[in-house]
């Protein structure tokens, strides 16, 4: 089982950066996939990036892509979203998610262990 701390959001004006980080425990951390996920209100929680489990392959939702980096460090089991260029359309909360297997996956459904998530908030 993987249990799953984010942290790292927070308030800030439209063009500038925030880093997420996501800590995870058990020593099996790199036998997992992550993701980045978002939920603002009255929508449903939607994909914002991957990582494979050794962080070679990335992926990432259009609305992000270029100005958003995910990243991971398999010997601190964290995983991080670099956010950059920042909108208000990025408010939400942010949750990351671990599945096993080496796929990239864009589905909720896919993934088995969520934190609780971190808000992110983005003033025009």
């Known amino acids: 089982q993987v249990q799953l701390v984010e942290s790292g959001g927070g308030l800030v004006q439209a063009g500038g950066s925030l880093r997420l980080s996501c800590a995870a425990s058990g020593r099996t951390f790199s036998s997992y996939a992550m993701g980045w996920f978002r939920q603002a209100p009255g929508k449903e929680r939607e994909f914002v990036a991957f990582?494979?489990?050794?962080?070679?392959?990335?992926y990432y939702a259009d609305s992000v892509k270029g100005r958003f980096t995910i990243s991971r460090d398999n010997a601190k089991n964290t995983v991080y979203l670099q956010m950059n260029s920042l909108k208000p359309e990025d408010t939400a909360v942010y949750y990351c998610?671990?599945?096993?297997?080496?796929?990239?996956?864009?589905?909720?459904?896919?993934?088995?262990?969520w934190g609780q998530g971190t808000q992110v908030t983005v003033s025009s």
């Open positions: 998610a671990a599945r096993p297997g080496p796929l990239v996956m864009t589905s909720v459904n896919e993934y088995d262990y």
């Open positions: 990582i494979s489990r050794g962080g070679g392959s990335t």
